[in-house]
């Protein structure tokens, strides 16, 4: 099992420009989130999902689009990007909530100039 | 939003020496979570705490939750330079029926040879 994949793992954009970043994970997990990590903070929410069709607003959601596509895939989507969205990006799983352990992945490095 | 504060946020340890990282909440918590960030790395589970005064053991890591399940602390005995990196705790939040984690800011161990 590759658990929690994630693509890019790098990625450069200018001011405005827009992408997806993908994630994807085989535990047949049914809560997915996506973070953001900044130098010196701890990771932030920024949307989640607890089940398959649902998505939710986290701490920090302005900026950003979610798709669950599927029981596997969570997308997240920076339609106009900006260098405040210069962070690493976390997708993590759980079997069912919170409550369970957060299976993280790789990680992607986004750099917005 | 609700605010995990976590303490120290800069550690620097000879090689041997102990360490203790605190995490406090403003509010009662139901349950709490440690995880491990090795430099460039992701968040990996270490455990999770769920009833009052509760004390729990991984070799020379201890953690414990305070009476009040306002507080929690991570102690480890004669640190090795494997344990380099963030802890981080994370509290969980119940939002009608749907729950996610709130991570504290962390705090980052380096080991002096």
Redesign the interface.
Known sequence: NAGVTQTPKFQVLKTGQSMTLQCAQDMNHNSM?W?RQDP??????IY?S?SEG?T?K??VPNGYNVSRLNKREFSLRLESAAPSQTSVY?C?STEA???D???????TRLTVL | ?QQ?M?IP?YQHVQEGEDFTTYCNSSTTL??I?W?KQRPG?????LI?LVKSGEVKKQKRLTFQFGEAKKNSSLHITATQTTDVGTY?C?E??S?FG?????????TRLTIIP
């Open positions: 989130y973070y010196g903070m701890g990771l932030r929410l989640y607890a649902t939710d986290g701490e976390f993590a909530g919170a409550l352990t957060q299976y993280f992945g790789p990680g | 939003g995990v976590q946020q139901s349950n979570q995880y790395g992701h968040p990996v589970f999770q981080f994370a969980t939040l939002n749907n729950e996610k984690l709130t991570f504290g800011t962390g």
